[in-house]
């Protein structure tokens, strides 16, 4: 397989990190998962193919079993500041479709970007090229495949909108403020649960995390709708309770962490676009983005460049084989 003879260490965590790990031990790379020696969990479903190593990181020798395996390891995944899931749709309601992001994106392009670097550096060993054979159904399915392994467990084991990640809880879901904006709540773990009933000024014993659903869920939609989503904000700064404002798109390239990490780059018309991501160390994608060419602005110059004669693009242009834009040409 295309990763063969790669050495991968994951640490354990959430959805984002294994299912990475996933996908390289998926085209052959040995995946070596660090699992806690001290209250290990058992709630990963996507380490099909991995080895796991329980290491307790709070002593100092398991910090140094930990550093050799890296000195070994081609790649290390580091997973302690986990994304967000999406809501995938409410109880009683149409499923409603995440735009095209899962099909055209994620399972789509992402996931045949994805074959192509595998195909590249294959190439390196082999000599030889392969067909990325990437669809929007099949990837999309790779994509979902936390779903597909959580079916029969206590995360998506309901109906729709009965789980833990689709608006089954109350503490997984989202809110409306006093100006018609919204707050994101996924305070899952206990520890935030906790900050955000402190945040909402509730009494832990009168609230508990898995209580009456639909009362406490009602009772959090009411305090919600007391202040703005800007006053939420500053209630919920300093308490790390995993609730966060729903920024607009005008709103996201202004936000404090977007703009520390470049989340976002002006293109040539002053309107902003998601930069490259990851981010390398040592070889990074662009950091200014290039306006979109007018069709055919380059014609000339790519002729040129594969050998092509004046007169013999004269010619094609003038058959009407190639076209070349006018300079002055915008879009």
Known sequence: ???????????????????????????????????????????????RGKKSVAVDLKQQKGIEVIK???????????????????????????????????????????????????????????????????????????????????????????????????????????????????????ALEPQFYAALLKGLQLDPDKVPQFGDSNKTKTLFTDIFLSKTRDEWTEVFRDLD????????????????????????LKNSRGVYEAGPAPALSRTPGVSTLEPQPVIGQHTLEVLQEAGYSQADIRSLIDAGAVQQASANSKL
Not at 76 to 104: M, W
């Open 241 to 264: 309770a995993c609730v966060e404002p729903i920024l607009e798109m005008d709103e996201a390239p202004a936000h404090p962490h977007n703009q520390t990490n470049n989340t976002f």
């Open 1 to 47: 397989m295309a990763l063969r003879g790669i050495r991968v260490l994951e640490m354990a965590g959430l959805a984002p990190a294994p299912f990475c790990g996933m996908v390289l031990s998926d085209f052959g790379a040995n995946v070596i998962r660090i699992d806690r020696a001290k209250n290990p969990s058992d709630s990963d479903r996507l380490a």
């Open 68 to 186: 050799k395996l890296c000195s070994r390891a081609d790649v290390l995944i580091e997973p302690f500041r986990p994304g967000v899931l999406s809501a995938l749709g409410r109880k009683h309601e149409n499923p409603c479709a995440p735009v095209n992001l899962v099909g055209d994106f994620a399972g789509g392009g992402l996931i045949c970007a994805l074959g192509v670097v595998l195909a590249l550096f294959e190439r390196t060993r082999s000599g030889r090229g392969q067909v990325v054979d990437a669809n929007m159904v099949q990837g999309s399915a790779y994509v979902a495949n936390f779903l597909w392994a959580s079916k029969d467990s206590f995360i998506w084991g309901g109906a729709r909108g009965e789980n833990l990640l689709d608006t089954g809880v109350p503490f997984y879901e989202t809110y409306k403020t006093a100006d018609g904006k919204f707050m994101s709540v996924g």
